[in-house]
């Protein structure tokens, strides 16, 4: 289905491109960025760019936006070369980037925001509010945007900065507009409000690309789609004549699928961790899953799905606002992170330098940290004899490679900085891991190595969570895969329905549209036991 | 050197720092401390003599105190503005309980110690529970205290003259047949307990782990809240025992002074390497930085440069000691 289609307009459109880009590679330190990617987005067209995580997108942009430089290809604005060295010169040549995270100050009024460092002046050094505010008004007046220039951007409702972010971009009389995921935080209607917008704007002979994971929205505002994975091009079709499951279809790709998969699907083990109704005031909403003894249970679903949440809620990192966790048929209270490891739940962050690692500190004080208190002191004076053994006994078992136990963990590679991580929670007796992206940052190799612990730790009995971006690394392991969209769970499947097409089916789906029954969900019939009183868990 | 018997013993330890850089630094220190040393009694012939060695060390005692603690603060990532005025306050309520309430001495000073702990542990609960900044929790209780100091005193001194042996708990001489100031004896004895805590115990340990990453720590399981209360608590005493030894030195508790002695006292724990954005440092070191400022003081004084001048050159010192420990952290 290659196709150089007209637009959906169907209007004759000049045969040179607004923007080409052809043949661009770019490479960072151990990872092939982009290969060969080609793009062309025509005058009065929205281009949509889908992709997995991972496929490419955002380096695409930072190229764009001049961030980085491209290794070899080329850019052409309508017709010349083009090769930004910055942001700034991207946008004096007509380029404007929405970036997913708004780029705001909250702090600063509508117009401080959209003419920020160009701000109209008087006598070169005074600021002219008024002659600001003036230029502001007419901007919004003619996007037809409902924005007061005086208001506080912090006030404002996402939507609403949504709209501001979106006017500082036109305001540089932008000729190509790049939307990454901008309706990430809006609702319905406020998604209508903006692709009305967008499809005003384009008539004045732009172009807009909009990357997007939804779908529906996808093929509601853009004439064509591009489909990029894996850092190659793949294919552009017309929007009006392609499924979504077709566009799906290439996003995934058919290589990698069916050919390693768990072993031993375990449906008849005990389930230890029951969670049901879990909400956050952020983002969670309803979320049930059952974790079994012995299973590594895959969380798969887009960036912003709220993943990270449910770990972060379950072990009390956040906080939830309602929802029951049984452990092991106990009513389980978490309410922050001592709880849960008290309780044996461990949790391992994508975020290993920030959240999992006391990088400065030796492998040994890594690994024994958690467990400092319980098993090696002795009336609060550390046994450093026995948290020295305790650690190299992981080093072997896990086979960490440092020279010793007393290499400062900032030295050690990205591999092993995670094995680390999962030693200290051994060390604590956790038999629920939570993986957040176990690989993530770890070179081919050594994702390997991460593969076997996992599968060799279930094997055990140990039972875990994966969270994975990587659709590969779940099929691979996950005995069973949780879904999300959106803050919620829309389907679980076993790991024989699970490929990368049905999990990319529910991930994109907006769970209102197809609430899931329980029995979609993977769940077990509620247990007779889970009415009795709530006990107090945990061990004193 | 006094300070070189606290030296060996603690580098014969392996603490939870990698002890090749703690070492580094220190020798760093102590190396600067000798050099120092050197040129001011080459400078001056009253500089090198064991009366002025002892001199030297007794005017660490209240500064080396406060430091001592607030080295734990600091390696956990915080800092501690209210020592200063805290331990005015200390002095004026060890007053208040060995003078005008008249507790015995054996009640009294432990009583004025555990009231810095008590400071300490309002500092603690307002950082950690209301997840107020140290900066400012820590500054408004300097405040507070220096306020306390003048109301519970109605701003007058709190002479301890009839309190019988209390100004021995500084200038009397313990150990028989030299002259050897007790304080600096009780200086050391709170070195060599701060020392082995931060060292060898769980509290030590957390004290770094939460300095080097205070969220990684939590989600370890720890409860960061609770141990970074006993952090401050802990501190605290340590106000309370500079509170005593101030007072004793002077016979008197004066409330309205205190302020400034935090920075001094900041500014040695800064010399003697640790990082004021947390996760390392050693009371070593602490004690060297504080032997540091008192040393470059008195040689100062001995060469007859004014007061004045003194600071600036202080301030110069911390520049260039925090500078090479930057230098050194680049290198590796």
Redesign the interface.
Known sequence: MLTTTSTAAGATRSPVPLLEVEGVHKSFPGVRALTDMRLDLYEGEVLALVGENGAGKSTLMKLLSGIHDADAGRFRLAGEPFAPDGPRAALASGISIIHQELNLMPHLTVAQNVFIGREPRRWRVLLDERELNARTRKLIDSLGLPLDPTAVVGDLTVAHQQMVEIARALSYDAKVLIMDEPTAALNDAEVATLHDLIRRYVRTGTGVIYISHRMDEIRAISDRVTVIRDGEYVDTVDSATTTTDEIIARMVGRTLAADARPRDVRPDRETVLRVRGLCTRSLLKDVSFDLRQGEILGFAGLMGAGRTEVARALVGADRSTAGEVTLRGERARVRNPADAVRLGIGYLSEDRKRYGLLLDQTVRANITLGALRQRFATAGFVRDRAARAEAAGYVETLRIKTPSPEQRTKNLSGGNQQKVVIAKWLVRDCDILIFDEPTRGIDVGAKEEIYQLLTELAGQGKSIIMISSELPEVLRLAHRVVVMSEGRVTRTLDAAEATQETIMHYATLRPDENPADAAELGLEPPAPQADEEPRKAGEP | MTATKVSARESAQ?G?V?VAKGRLQQLLAFASLIVISAFFSVASPYFFSYDNFTAILFSTVVIGTLAIGTTFVIIAGGIDLSIGTGMALCAVMSGVFLVDIGLPLALGVPAAILFGGLIGLVNGFNVAVLKIPPFIATLAMMLVAQGLALVLSDSAPIYFTDVAGYTDISTGNLLPGVRFPNAVLVLLGAALVAAVLLT???????T??IG??E?????????VRRWKIAIYAFAGLFIGLAGVMISARLGSAQPATGMGYELQAIAAVVIGGTSLSG??GSIVGTLIGALIISVLNNGLQIMSIPQEWQNVILGCVILVAVYTDMIRKKET
């Open positions: 392996t939870l990698t060898k115990t769980v509290l030590g340990r957390y770094y782990s080097s990453n969220e990684a720590t939590a989600l370890s399981g720890i409860n996760g390392k």
